[in-house]
């Protein structure tokens, strides 16, 4: 089944502490983006990668991480985590052909809380 | 910046109709748009490309006025499944891969 997972899908965690958000795509996809969404603000763009080891900020890249080492893989690290980046935390991947005319898949969220 | 979504909310009784817009301030090559129940993964609906066209999906379709920079999400004699908060995704000429998304619109269909 073509799928994008996250893990974990919780976590509560306190300021400082380094963490790490995994995300995979089993459909070879060449693209991958990391949006965080929060009430009222819908989906903001942290990261995205067109392809391995080709990475780019989003609109709100402040305070995360990223690395594409493999194709199917795109974590997302909080180096040290902070009560703002409290949010549901989505990863996508879509196609490189056909650009922005390709739908995205997204994972089912990751709902991060820093005390 | 993000496009903007109106209305922000609407409810609705089944069976009846509605539609939601959304307008970006800078030139469209694309639209998205994605419905996202509550504590889910948002889910693609359908994509529109420049050059003004409509196009459908069961009993929802769109449209899109790349003159205006304008999407609208048509929804017809809605269903309780139609429920949840839309997104517009706006693929901006010249930002080959940057999707952005636009605030929400929370619909929800009743009895």
């Keep these: ?115 | 910046q993000q496009p903007v979504q109106s209305p922000q909310a609407v409810i609705l009784r089944e069976g009846e109709d509605a539609v939601i817009n959304c307008s970006s301030s800078k030139a469209l090559y694309s639209v998205h748009w994605y419905r996202q129940k509550h504590g889910e993964a948002p889910v693609f609906l359908m994509i529109l490309l420049k050059g003004g066209e409509q196009k459908g999906h069961e009993k929802i379709s769109a449209s899109f006025n790349e003159k205006k920079q304008q999407s609208s999400l048509y929804l017809t004699a809605s269903q309780l499944s139609y429920s949840g908060t839309y997104f517009c995704g706006a693929g901006n000429t010249g930002t080959a891969s940057k999707l952005t998304f636009g605030t929400g619109t929370r619909l929800q269909v009743t009895l």
């Design chain 1, 1 to 115: 089944e073509a799928q994008v997972t996250q893990n974990p899908r919780y976590l509560i965690t306190v300021t400082g502490k380094k963490l790490t958000v995994t995300c995979s795509q089993n459909m070879n996809h060449e693209y991958m983006s990391w949006y965080r969404q929060d009430p009222g603000l819908g989906l903001r763009q942290i990261y995205y990668s067109m392809n391995v080891e080709v990475t780019d900020k989003g609109d709100v890249p402040e305070g995360y991480k990223v690395s594409r080492k493999e194709k199917r893989n795109f974590p997302l690290i909080l180096e040290s985590p902070s009560p703002n980046q409290t949010s549901l935390y989505f990863c996508a991947s879509r196609t490189g052909t056909g650009g922005l005319g390709q739908p995205q898949h997204f994972g089912d969220g990751t709902r991060l809380s820093i005390l």
